[in-house]
């Protein structure tokens, strides 16, 4: 990224300005980064204890298989699933509630002895999954703000910060050899002037 900039005082103000406010951003965005990375570890981790937890509780009834056959499935259905927003590192990522099912009645006489506990699996899986799905879409948030920053600090690290003490440095050299010009400028005149009065004196 090319800075564009005049030689002259008022273009080395502006420019002095940009700089200063990048390098006190700075730091802020750092830790800001910083913060996020911890936080997506978070996310992912408590994500993948969700999908083991959900995997070995399936694993646990795996063995009801051939009874799920006769299990009546609209016994229980998810009816809402409650979510708030929380910000985390000026990130708005989602935190579950509470997960409202709807359950049918049903004849405990006729119907098979474990029906009841087919409805405790399905609502407890259900609610695995879901929390799951939260925490996953929680640490793709928070994974796109990191990458966003990260972005950020590069940019301002390794181009701009740079690019404007660079041009800071031109324009600054700029001034310093057109003072010297001047100054050279200035006594050859004068050497001249000088020279010439001598001569006029003769």
Known sequence: MAIKFQYNKTSLGELGKQLKMRQKALPTIKSKESALRS???????????????????KAEY?????????FDGDLVRIEDVDLTIQKIAGVRTPVLQEVKFAEKEYDLFSSPVWFADGVDILKRLARLGIEY????????LLDFARRKTTQKVNLYEKV??????????????????????????????????QQAGEGAML
Do not use: C
């Open 39 to 57: 936080e997506v570890k978070k996310a992912k981790d408590s994500a993948n204890d969700y999908l083991r937890r959900l995997e070995a509780l």
């Open 62 to 70: 795996d063995y009801m298989v051939a009874l799920w056959g006769e």
């Open 133 to 140: 799905e939260v925490f996953n879409h929680k640490m793709e």
């Open 160 to 193: 701009q910060i740079p690019g404007y003490e660079d041009a800071i440095r031109k324009i600054k050299r700029f001034m310093e050899d057109e003072e010297n010009l001047s100054k050279s400028a200035q006594k050859i005149v004068k050497t001249k002037q």
